[in-house]
């Protein structure tokens, strides 16, 4: 069996740089584990705590809903447009 010999920078005991791609032999990191059946969107997952970084901020969240409420009004009055402009 023949032995190969670890990459310089293991050698040395220095950290690899960021800006260098992963050792060909580096571990693939696991999936993470799939939700928990019957978990609500809005619940974390089994055995984790909501975090307050894990929700959209209020302020976006208000935002993108005026956005989609806004556009479905415009499409409406488009649609309105074309079937009273057809007749």
Same mark, same amino acid.
């Given at each position: +069996?023949?032995?190969?010999? =670890?990459?310089?920078?293991?050698?040395?005991?220095?950290?690899?740089?960021?800006?260098? =791609?992963?050792? #060909? $032999?580096? #571990?693939?990191?696991?999936?993470? #584990?799939? #939700?928990?059946? *019957?978990?609500?969107?809005?619940?974390?997952?089994? *055995?984790?705590? +909501?975090?307050?970084?894990?929700?959209?901020?209020? *302020?976006?969240?208000?935002?993108?809903?005026?956005? %989609?409420?806004?556009? $479905?009004?415009?499409?409406?009055? %488009?649609?309105?447009?074309?079937?009273? *402009?057809?007749?």
């Amino acid at each position: +069996m023949t032995e190969q010999t =670890p990459p310089a920078d293991l050698r040395s005991g220095r950290a690899p740089r960021p800006d260098q =791609p992963p050792a #060909p $032999h580096a #571990p693939v990191p696991a999936p993470a #584990p799939a #939700p928990a059946a *019957g978990a609500d969107e809005g619940e974390a997952p089994a *055995g984790k705590a +909501m975090n307050e970084e894990d929700r959209a901020p209020w *302020g976006l969240t208000i935002r993108v809903s005026f956005y %989609l409420v806004g556009v $479905h009004i415009f499409a409406a009055f %488009l649609f309105l447009l074309f079937h009273l *402009g057809a007749k």
